[in-house]
C-alpha cells in the first residue's frame, strides 16, 4: 500500500502568526517517522474571501483540489477569545466532500493550550465527516514559546505528538476504503 498524504493545515493567517513554528516542528517531527507523506498547507495561500461575499471559484478550486490530494489532516489551531479564527471557519466552509471520511489530528496553543478552540474545532469538524482522533498536544504560550513568540516545546509533547499522528495514520488509512 501507497504511503497517505497527510496535511498540515496552518490554522492562522495574520501577520506575526505562530502556527508556521509549530507546523514544522510538527512535520520535522512526522517526516523523522517515515510512515507517511507529510506536508504543510497554509490557508494564507489560498487567498479565500468571506464564504459567499465574492465569486471565489478559482481559490475554492484550488483548495478543493489540495483537500482532495490528502487521506487526512493535522490542524494547528490557536485560540483566539475561546475559539478557532475565522480565517480556518472560512477555509473549512469553503469545502465539503473534500473533508468527508477522512481523519485528524489537532495540535493546539494558547493560554490553557487551545483546548477550547480544539474543542470547537471538533464540532464542525464532526459536521464535515472528519474523524477527530482522541489525543491532543495542547501547547502553553507560557511554557512552550519564549517571549510569548518563539516555539520552544517541553519535550513532553513529543509522547502526544507521536500519539496523535499514530491515531491519524491508523484512522485515516481505514477510512480510504471508504472513499
Same mark, same amino acid.
Given at each position: ?6 496535511? %498540515? ?22 517526516? @523523522? ?55 480556518? &471557519? ?11 471520511? &477522512? ?15 480544539? @474543542?470547537?474545532?471538533?464540532? %464542525? ?20 514559546? @519564549? ?28 477510512? &480510504?476504503?471508504?472513499?
Amino acid at each position: 500500500m501507497s504511503k497517505l498524504n497527510i496535511g %498540515i493545515i496552518l490554522g492562522s493567517t495574520r501577520q506575526g502568526r505562530l502556527s508556521p513554528q509549530v507546523g514544522e516542528w510538527v512535520k520535522r517531527i512526522a517526516d @523523522e517517522r517515515g510512515d507517511a507523506n507529510y506536508e504543510i498547507v497554509d490557508i494564507a495561500d489560498y487567498k479565500l474571501p468571506l464564504f459567499g461575499e465574492a465569486d471565489a471559484t478559482e481559490q475554492a478550486t484550488a483548495w478543493n483540489n489540495k483537500l482532495n490530494s490528502l487521506d487526512g489532516f493535522v490542524f494547528i489551531v490557536q485560540e483566539y477569545n475561546h475559539s478557532i479564527t475565522g480565517a480556518l &471557519k472560512n477555509a473549512l466552509d469553503f469545502a465539503r466532500e473534500p473533508w468527508n471520511n &477522512k481523519a485528524a489530528g489537532i495540535v493546539s496553543y494558547g493560554s490553557v493550550g487551545g483546548a477550547r478552540a480544539a @474543542e470547537h474545532l471538533r464540532g %464542525i469538524l464532526g459536521e464535515l465527516s472528519v474523524a477527530d482522533v482522541r489525543v491532543h498536544p495542547a501547547l502553553s504560550l507560557f511554557t512552550d514559546f @519564549e517571549n510569548g513568540s518563539v516555539f520552544k516545546p517541553a519535550d513532553l509533547h513529543l509522547v502526544n505528538l507521536n500519539g496523535m499522528l499514530d491515531q491519524v495514520l491508523a484512522w485515516s488509512g481505514a477510512l &480510504k476504503t471508504l472513499r
